[in-house]
């Protein structure tokens, strides 16, 4: 969420800057209904003024045995133009968090300017794309003929979207989880968590995914709870509505969880295989960071992302993603984009992304700055350290071999009992 005050002494600023996105909303709405929503206020403290007083003089009048009925009577008249502007005050204040909340925020400077991913800008690539003796094949079909990823099975049980992966694919999934916990724990000083899998509408509200984005989240028939879509949400909440100490600043979190989406907006896109699902696994990275530090947090957080890539050896790239291609609720974003040499292309497999204010604003989560002072919001960030079945995908297609095998990558083999080879 923005904040009011700003938006209204930088209507113009703003407004350019959202435009970038795609996004031209009327912010004159925002001063007229601020302004209506003052003045509301005055009338309202007004009128309790004079009621406090009049309740004082009827008091009064009683106390000496005079007659106060005129007086009660007209207080009466004024409790209720008070219920009445509370009521107004209280749809005008609705609408104007309802427009707050659907705002976008503002792209950072350093966000270059773009209409879609086409205006994305690579910022550095690692590692050389193998160059194959023979044709190599997708992920799917190198999977399933090792008898390892059943989709069959998956849509029997659960319809479209969905996967089952057996035996040593089961492991190998499992074994990345561990893999990226282990690393970002005992060597990125990140903090494990293991948060609940549904979530109350408030904690979704904190990170963005309400209102705007509700039609891609399953909601639980009969509650107030949602499947997480991402660990994002319930990690970032965890302290919502919390004073937190400069001194411990930054905190850091790393948490495996499904994630569970509709893909409402997908419209077909990457039906085929692991790339897309309603559900899959993922180890997420969320930091609680001051707002002088958060950008080089960023930084780091990428880093400890493409670690993971690292010492699996798969090649990847970094993008800065443009102002057209961001998030609803980043200021800026950086995609990890992994070759996959069975599609021949780069496949995004990790997004981080500084949200500053935005997600703390929403969620009320601020910081005591030392020495003392007024509270201010902290700054969140987060990022896929990795996505799970991304990362198996990619794994399965830069391993292959010409007999159909896949070479278990060293630095998961410890994970994996000593496999060396996948094979059927």
């Known amino acids: 969420m923005l904040d009011i005050k700003f938006l209204k002494d930088n209507i113009e600023t703003v407004t350019e800057r959202l435009a970038t996105r795609g996004t031209v909303p009327d912010l004159s709405f925002i001063k007229s209904l601020d302004e209506k929503r003052r003045a509301l206020l005055g009338s309202v403290e007004s009128l309790k003024q004079k009621r406090n007083t009049v309740s004082q003089e009827v008091g009064r009048l009683k106390k000496e045995g005079k007659d106060a009925s005129s007086i009660m009577t007209d207080m009466q008249g004024v409790s209720a133009e008070i219920k009445a502007l509370d009521a107004e005050l209280a749809e005008c204040d609705g609408a104007l968090k309802t427009f707050l909340l659907e705002l976008p925020n503002l792209p950072h400077d350093s966000v270059p300017t773009g209409r879609s991913e086409v205006d994305n800008v690579e910022v550095r690539a690692w590692g050389k794309p193998k160059e194959f003796g023979f044709v190599p094949k997708e992920h799917t079909e190198i999977a399933t003929a090792l008898g390892i990823l059943d989709f069959d099975a998956a849509s029997k ?89 400069v001194g411990n600043l930054p905190i850091k979190y790393t948490a495996f969880t499904p994630c569970f989406r509709k893909e409402a907006g997908s419209y077909g896109k990457d039906v085929k295989g692991l790339i897309r699902l309603h559900q899959f696994n993922k180890v997420e990275l969320v930091k609680f960071a001051d707002p ?133």
């Open 292 to 424: 002088a530090k958060s950008y080089d947090e960023l930084e780091s957080l990428v880093s400890n992302a493409e670690e993971i890539l690292k010492r699996l050896k798969l090649p990847y790239r970094v993008v800065n993603l443009c102002t057209g291609d961001i998030g609803f609720s980043a200021a800026k974003t950086y995609d990890l984009e992994v070759w996959l040499p069975g599609q021949a292309t780069y496949r995004e497999i990790s997004s981080c992304s500084n949200f500053e204010d935005f997600q703390a604003r929403r969620a009320n989560i601020r910081f005591k700055p030392e020495g003392g002072g007024k509270n201010r919001f902290v700054h969140t960030l987060n990022g896929s350290g990795l996505a799970v079945g991304r990362t198996l995908v990619a794994i399965v297609e830069n391993y292959q071999n010409e007999d159909g095998t896949i070479t278990v990558p060293e630095a998961l083999r410890p994970y994996m009992n000593g496999l060396e080879k996948i094979q059927r």
């Open 157 to 245: 049980l659960s319809g479209a979207r969905f996967s089952l992966l057996k035996g040593a694919g089961a492991l190998l999934e499992r074994s990345l989880i561990n893999f990226m916990l282990t690393i970002h724990t005992t060597e990125h000083g990140y903090i494990e968590v293991l948060p609940p899998f549904m979530v109350k509408e408030s904690a979704c509200l904190g990170t963005g995914q309400l209102p705007k984005f509700g039609e891609d989240l399953f909601k639980i028939e009969g509650w107030d709870h949602y499947l997480i879509p991402t660990a994002e949400v319930p990690v970032t909440n965890i302290h919502a509505e919390e004073v937190l100490s």
